[in-house]
C-alpha cells in the first residue's frame, strides 16, 4: 500500500487541528460547571459531540483503501465528513454565544 500523498494528509491534519479547537471551545464553555443544563446547553453538546464523531472519522475514511487504487470515493466522503464536522462545532460555537 503506498503512503498517501496530496490531499489525504492535509485533511487529516485539518480534522485533527479543528478537533483540537473544539475541545478547547468545550473546554471554555464550561461544560463542567455545576449549574443546571438548559435546553440550549444540551443542544451545544450534541452538535459538538456530532462534530468530533465526524471529524474523528475523517483520517481512517480517508486512508481506507479502496479495489482500484486510483479511485478516489473515500476521500470525496472524508471531504463530506469534514465539512459536516466543522459545520456541527461551528454551530455549537454560535449557540453558546447567541443563547
Do not use: K, N, Q
Request: hydrophobic share 60%.
Amino acid at each position: 500500500m503506498r503512503t498517501p500523498t496530496g490531499s489525504v494528509p492535509a485533511l487529516s491534519a485539518a480534522s485533527a487541528t479543528v478537533f483540537s479547537i473544539g475541545i478547547v471551545f468545550l473546554g471554555y464553555w464550561g461544560m463542567y460547571e455545576p449549574t443546571a443544563w438548559r435546553a440550549a446547553d444540551v443542544v451545544v453538546v450534541v452538535l459538538a459531540l456530532t462534530g468530533f464523531a465526524c471529524l474523528g472519522l475523517v483520517p481512517w475514511m480517508a486512508t481506507s483503501p479502496v479495489e482500484p487504487e486510483t479511485s478516489d470515493v473515500r476521500v470525496r466522503i472524508a471531504r463530506h465528513l469534514f465539512l459536516g464536522g466543522v459545520a456541527a462545532i461551528w454551530l455549537a460555537v454560535a449557540v453558546s454565544v447567541i443563547f
